[in-house]
């Protein structure tokens, strides 16, 4: 999820890519800041639902995890 309100500058993971807990998922914009969007757990990149160049609000899903 979104912990800010932002644009989607830049998504660092594919669909069906394996992810390990810290890892970048995605990169927001907001107010000529980014922030790092890590992964909370060891999973799989079930679904990217905002795509770069998207506006995010805060708590928006930026992609589904599923454990793998």
Do not use: R
Not at 16 to 39: C, D, F, N, R, Y
Request: net charge negative.
């Amino acid at each position: 999820e979104s912990p800010i309100a932002g644009n989607m500058w830049k998504v660092c993971v594919e669909e069906g890519q394996t992810v390990t807990t810290g890892q970048p998922i995605a990169i927001l914009e907001s107010m000529k800041m980014e922030m790092t969007i890590e992964s909370p757990f060891d999973g799989v990149v079930a679904k990217l639902v905002s795509p770069p160049g998207s506006t995010v609000a805060p708590g928006q899903a930026i992609a589904y995890l599923k454990t793998s």
